[in-house]
């Protein structure tokens, strides 16, 4: 069992996969998204397993992949936005350098559109996008090593901001 090297959380539009794979890239470490092992697990997009099966059970399949990949993935490691909502996941993250990514309204709005297939922001996405952050923001400071904010940052700026946080060295420079 390996450790994640870097787990990267915050809400839709915070950068967790661009930046997560300019640190991979940087550091010579894979990859690695919950997100996408969820949809691979279940053969379709996040968005059909919340209609097609609801949201109870993308939270299980969301547990499940977040508990994997904790312990055995020695990369960097970025998270769904709503992974912290589990106690369990928490727990899971809690001996890991965990960073959140903590993005703006305005900045998220022009990362994602807050109208791409998101299924939880798909009734008045600006609204439930505060509802969600105002939720889970004690949850992401809960789990989180070190918060990085992502405001007028480039991907590559936020990725040194979470090395200089988490006092690694990119090898590259």
Same mark, same amino acid.
């Given at each position: 069992?390996?450790?994640?090297?870097?787990?990267?959380?915050?809400?839709?539009?915070?950068?967790?996969?661009?930046?997560?794979?300019?640190?991979?890239?940087?550091?010579?470490?894979?990859?690695?998204?919950?997100?996408?092992d969820i949809e691979r697990t279940a053969g379709k997009p996040i968005p059909e397993i919340f209609i097609d099966e609801g949201e #109870?059970?993308?939270?299980? !399949?969301?547990?499940? =992949? &977040?508990? %994997?990949?904790?312990?055995?993935? #020695?990369?960097?490691l970025? !998270?769904?936005?709503? =992974? &912290?909502? %589990?106690?369990?996941?928490r727990a899971v993250l809690a001996p890991l350098p965990v960073v959140f990514l903590e993005v703006a309204l305005a900045d998220a709005v022009k990362r994602v559109g807050l109208d791409a297939p998101r299924p939880?922001?798909?009734?008045?996405?600006?609204?439930?996008?505060?509802?969600?952050m105002e939720a889970r923001r004690p949850l992401y400071l809960e789990v989180a090593t070190a918060v990085v904010d992502t405001q007028d940052r480039t991907p590559e700026q936020v990725a040194d901001a979470v090395l200089e946080a988490l006092e690694l060295k990119d090898p590259h420079v």
């Open positions: 069992m390996t450790a994640p090297a870097i787990v990267l959380v915050g809400p839709p539009g915070s950068g967790k996969s661009t930046v997560g794979r300019v640190l991979a890239e940087r550091l010579g470490l894979p990859f690695r998204d919950t997100d996408a #109870p059970h993308f939270r299980q !399949l969301e547990r499940d =992949a &977040v508990r %994997a990949a904790a312990a055995d993935h #020695p990369g960097v970025a !998270l769904g936005g709503g =992974a &912290v909502l %589990a106690e369990e996941s939880l922001l798909a009734v008045n996405p600006r609204a439930r996008w505060r509802e969600l």
